[in-house]
């Protein structure tokens, strides 16, 4: 890692290590992970006792990189150590590497250069969920996701969340609001389907099965941004309809197999039901093409 890139990340991990870290001297004998200080430079340590992070949100490891990852250990060594903390003469927890780890398994090593620390629970999640931040191919939902749990988990105000991953308050605020889109946006999201520029602007549009619709024509027309953005200001500036006599709201049961429906054909569908228990679903088509796509998912 550069020094650049390592200063990119002072306000994260450096900042949550605070004091603890102290510079041991060199070892002359390799592999005895019984004497390491709790707080150290690198070290090598034993990979049979390391045990992975319970905190670490990352749960899915391409397999293939692992793998291009494990032949240059074979190669190169592993240049950048991992980081763990010691619980016991003979037992360490990883803080973060764990990809490197893996890879180092599957290299075939026995031992690993580990940097050794000491942090408590709040401490370990907080490192783990940075590190995870700060991968290179973490989609936007990741992000977001693990923004969500360090507020959440570690009692972080937004403000404090964003010095610890040094990005301002609102690159913070933006990447929450994601989590607020329809489960359907955000796997798009996820999946690169649609950018951050998409999702910015379904974000201002306030009504969820609108919000649905606008991406089912992104999907469909591989619309632009800039297009995006011009269908929502143009739907913003229709008129809103009023009616004398507003009906009856609908039982959360009843207003979630709305939703469910919603998004499930990416329009608004509407779910009426009078006291007796009858009523009628409405699902609404804009264009010929559109009743099309609603007949094939209903296998008409």
């Given at each position: 890692?550069?020094?650049?890139?390592?200063?990119?990340?002072?306000?994260?991990?450096?900042?949550?290590?605070?004091?603890?870290?102290?510079?041991?001297?060199?070892?002359?004998?390799?592999?005895t992970?019984?004497?390491v200080n709790?707080?150290?430079?690198?070290?090598e340590?034993?990979?049979?006792?390391?045990?992975?992070?319970?905190?670490?949100?990352?749960?899915?490891?391409?397999?293939?990189?692992?793998?291009?990852?494990?032949?240059s250990?074979?190669?190169?060594?592993?240049?950048?150590?991992?980081?763990?903390?010691?619980?016991?003469?003979?037992?360490?927890?990883?803080?973060?590497?764990?990809?490197?780890?893996?890879?180092?398994?599957l290299?075939?090593?026995?031992?690993?250069?580990?940097?050794?620390?000491?942090?408590?629970?709040?401490?370990?999640?907080?490192?783990?969920?940075?590190?995870?931040?700060?991968?290179?191919?973490?989609?936007?939902?990741?992000?977001?996701?693990?923004?969500?749990?360090m507020?959440?988990e570690?009692?972080?105000?937004?403000?404090?969340?964003?010095?610890?991953?040094?990005?301002?308050?609102?690159?913070?605020?933006?990447?929450?609001?994601?989590l607020?889109?329809?489960p359907?946006?955000?796997?798009?999201?996820?999946?690169?389907?649609?950018?951050m520029?998409?999702?910015?602007?379904?974000?201002?549009?306030?009504?969820?099965?609108?919000?649905?619709?606008?991406?089912?024509?992104?999907?469909q027309h591989?619309?632009?941004?800039?297009?995006?953005?011009?269908?929502?200001?143009?739907?913003q500036?229709?008129?809103?309809?009023?009616?004398?006599?507003?009906?009856?709201?609908?039982?959360?049961q009843?207003?979630?197999?709305q939703?469910?429906?919603?998004?499930?054909?990416?329009?608004?569908?509407?779910?009426?039901?009078?006291?007796?228990?009858?009523?009628?679903?409405?699902?609404?088509?804009?264009?010929?093409?559109?009743?099309?796509?609603?007949?094939e998912?209903?296998?008409?």
């Amino acid at each position: 890692m550069s020094a650049e890139k390592r200063n990119a990340l002072g306000k994260g991990l450096s900042a949550l290590l605070n004091d603890s870290v102290s510079v041991l001297p060199n070892k002359n004998e390799i592999g005895t992970s019984a004497d390491v200080n709790a707080m150290g430079s690198v070290n090598e340590i034993k990979i049979a006792e390391i045990e992975v992070n319970p905190f670490q949100p990352r749960t899915d490891f391409d397999q293939d990189a692992l793998a291009e990852l494990a032949d240059s250990i074979k190669l190169q060594g592993l240049i950048q150590p991992i980081t763990v903390r010691k619980v016991n003469a003979h037992k360490f927890q990883l803080i973060s590497g764990e990809r490197r780890l893996r890879a180092s398994k599957l290299a075939g090593l026995t031992q690993i250069p580990a940097y050794v620390r000491t942090a408590n629970d709040q401490q370990m999640l907080e490192m783990a969920l940075i590190e995870n931040i700060q991968r290179e191919n973490l989609n936007a939902i990741e992000v977001a996701l693990s923004f969500q749990r360090m507020i959440d988990e570690c009692s972080l105000k937004q403000e404090e969340l964003g010095e610890r991953v040094s990005k301002n308050r609102s690159t913070v605020t933006n990447y929450l609001r994601l989590l607020k889109l329809p489960p359907t946006i955000q796997a798009s999201i996820r999946d690169n389907q649609i950018s951050m520029g998409h999702a910015k602007a379904l974000i201002s549009v306030a009504d969820p099965a609108k919000q649905l619709y606008i991406h089912q024509q992104i999907i469909q027309h591989e619309l632009s941004v800039r297009k995006v953005e011009e269908m929502v200001r143009e739907m913003q500036k229709a008129p809103v309809k009023k009616e004398g006599k507003q009906p009856e709201p609908l039982s959360f049961q009843v207003q979630k197999i709305q939703d469910d429906l919603a998004s499930k054909f990416s329009t608004n569908v509407k779910l009426k039901l009078n006291s007796q228990g009858k009523g009628s679903i409405e699902i609404p088509f804009l264009s010929e093409d559109d009743l099309n796509r609603i007949l094939e998912m209903l296998d008409w």
